[in-house]
């Protein structure tokens, strides 16, 4: 049975990347095919390199990639989308940095395919655009906990499995979802969770971006929503996520 070809040709993210060596760039690229992959950047940062820009962070790039032993080497690459507002604004940036590492946290180098590339080539772009960044991320969260397997249930009591009264409840991150009130008298886990936000949870579960990127939240209610969906993904990943933190640190400097 013959190996796999000694190189390949992918479209891929570039997710992360570090100096390596004197003048290579180690890169930590998505693709839709081979998932994670880990290869060298040769040359790439010496000032005539002509492919220093294809390799930046968050570009979409077209690759031939050269199998390596232990570390692959990137052939060729050419820039297909450059998502600029990412590099050039700093909150963009940042709610890009906070998918990347949401995406990392989640998936294993060989487990990534073709719907999780898609997504997070999809949400790069529509953080470029003129939309509600904290309405990205809510909405690729979601998505993403589904390819997961992690989807929160968010339609019946996840104590007593009976469809949801249409009243405020409590959401469980240890349970993966919705405890009705009844259910909930004695316990000592959840969070309360408003109807509105409980409304808003399964919309962004059910919906289409196209819909869904109308939608005109108030500040109460993103608030919630990811007060919630970070409690339940921090519980997941039992560690709290750098992206995060660094949101918030700009958020305090911008009041």
């Known amino acids: 049975m013959p190996g796999p070809e000694r190189s390949f040709r992918t479209p891929a993210v570039v997710l992360k990347r570090q100096d390596f060596g004197e003048a290579d760039r180690l890169v930590l690229v998505l693709t839709p095919g081979h998932g994670k992959l880990r290869a060298i950047a040769k040359g790439v940062r010496k000032p005539i390199a002509r492919s220093t820009g294809h390799v930046e962070l968050f570009t979409l790039v077209d690759m031939l990639i050269s199998r390596g032993r232990e570390l692959h080497v990137i052939a060729q690459a050419e820039t297909v989308e450059p998502f600029l507002p990412l590099r050039e604004d700093l909150l963009r940036g940042t709610y890009a940095n906070h998918l990347v590492e949401l995406l990392d946290r989640f998936t294993a180098e060989a487990d990534v395919g073709r719907a999780e590339f898609d997504l997070l080539v999809d949400a790069l772009g529509w953080l470029c655009s003129d939309v509600d960044l904290r309405l990205v991320a809510?909405?690729?969260?979601?998505?993403?906990?589904?390819?997961?397997?992690?989807?929160?249930?968010?339609?019946?009591?996840?104590?007593?499995?009976?469809?949801?009264?249409?009243?405020?409840?409590?959401?469980?991150?240890?349970?993966?979802?919705?405890?009705?009130?009844?259910?909930?008298?004695?316990?000592?886990?959840?969070?309360?969770?408003?109807?509105?936000?409980?409304?808003?949870?399964?919309?962004?579960?059910?919906?289409?971006?196209?819909?869904?990127?109308?939608?005109?939240?108030?500040?109460?209610?993103?608030?919630?929503?990811e007060r919630l969906l970070l409690a339940y993904i921090t519980y997941l990943l039992e560690q709290r996520l750098q992206s995060v933190e660094f949101l918030k640190r700009l958020r305090r400097e911008n009041l």
């Open 138 to 225: 809510r909405y690729y969260e979601m998505s993403l906990l589904r390819l997961a397997g992690f989807a929160p249930s968010l339609h019946e009591c996840v104590i007593g499995h009976e469809d949801l009264e249409p009243q405020d409840q409590f959401f469980s991150v240890v349970d993966g979802g919705v405890i009705c009130p009844q259910h909930h008298a004695g316990l000592d886990r959840g969070l309360p969770i408003s109807l509105d936000t409980l409304k808003t949870l399964r919309y962004l579960q059910t919906r289409t971006w196209d819909v869904v990127r109308v939608l005109n939240l108030g500040t109460s209610l993103h608030r919630n929503l």
